[in-house]
């Protein structure tokens, strides 16, 4: 494998910063974030069962955005347990602690922190978290030797990543965009971070045993995300949250949008029962230990 090339990977790093920190970003996870946490409920829950975490535990959680899972794992941890919640700006980390303080939790700490270089003492934690945020890690390498090294002798790392872009989670939605849009965009980086990067298979384990981790598993796993809200509420949260696919959005006409969403509508009906969409989320588990 050829060395990292340094300027590719800042490129990649203020890409990422402008998609995700941004005021835009911020507004719609705002709006929407109780129903995107209901949605991704069993993902929370893959990550804390694979955490295996216990009451007076540190954790460090990175890519925390608007608190989940760190307000949960402050509850597994509570009393005498501590979360530092961590993001890269500190737009989304605002909005999480607004909501660790309506839940009365006192426990848990908001640091901005970009995972290639973590502002943390070796040998800190014995837990970090990774709940969809290591498909975006700009230089993969370096963010998970980071994350072996503020973790304690037989510290646990647990990451939960996006399964396979062939799944009903894009293919109901960004898959139909990507029909009608005018210039498709180019063939993706293959060195670069992207959403479904973790679907092949092995590739995460592959990474974490790179990085140092033993006792190192990957499982690829099928949760259900439930979304209780109209399929017409559904489609607005996608064009405000996702931020990957926004410019891609923004680019169709007017006729061009209203065809894509009455395609995506139709393919979202697959999987409405009359009360809720239920869709299956193909996600993969990522766990490894520090020797």
């Known amino acids: 494998m050829s060395a990292p090339d340094p300027a590719k990977i800042q490129k990649f790093r203020e890409h990422l910063r402008q998609e995700w920190t941004g005021d835009r970003t911020v507004a719609a996870w705002r709006k929407w974030h109780a129903q995107i946490a209901t949605f991704t ?15 007076g535990m540190r ?10 899972p760190a307000l949960s794992i402050a509850r597994e941890v509570a009393p005498s347990g501590r979360v530092t919640a ?14 660790a303080r309506k839940k009365g939790l006192a426990n848990i700490d908001f640091r901005e922190a970009n995972a290639e270089s973590l502002p943390f003492a070796d040998k800190s934690y014995d837990v970090l978290t990774c709940r969809f945020g290591v498909m975006f890690f700009p230089d993969l390498p370096k963010a998970l030797r980071e994350c072996f090294r503020v973790l304690k002798p037989l510290g646990r790392a647990a990451f939960v990543a996006w399964g396979k872009k062939e799944q009903p989670f894009f293919t109901t939605t960004a898959g139909i965009v990507l029909k009608h849009v005018p210039v498709p965009p180019p063939p993706p980086d293959p060195d670069a971070p992207s959403l479904f ?13 790179a990085a140092g981790f033993s006792s190192v598993h990957e499982e690829d796993r099928i949760v259900a995300g439930r979304w209780a809200s109209s399929l017409e509420e559904y489609w607005e949260q996608f064009t405000e949250v996702a931020a ?14 209203a065809q894509a969403k009455a395609e995506i509508l139709a393919a979202l009906k697959k999987f409405w029962n009359g009360k809720e969409l239920n869709m299956p ?3 993969v588990i990522g766990i490894g230990t520090r020797p």
């Not at 961590?86 to 909501?99: I, N, R, V, W």
């Open 41 to 55: 409920h069993g993902a929370t829950e893959a990550i804390i069962e694979a955490a295996h975490l216990r009451p």
């Open 59 to 68: 954790v460090l959680d990175l890519a925390s955005g608007v608190g989940d």
């Open 86 to 99: 961590t993001d890269l700006g500190l737009g989304m980390m605002s909005l999480a602690e607004e909501f």
């Open 197 to 209: 990067m973790f679907g092949d298979r092995d590739r995460l384990r592959r990474a974490l045993e």
């Open 244 to 257: 990957p696919f926004r410019p891609l959005i923004d680019q169709l006409t007017p006729e061009k949008k």
């Open 281 to 283: 989320l193909e996600i």
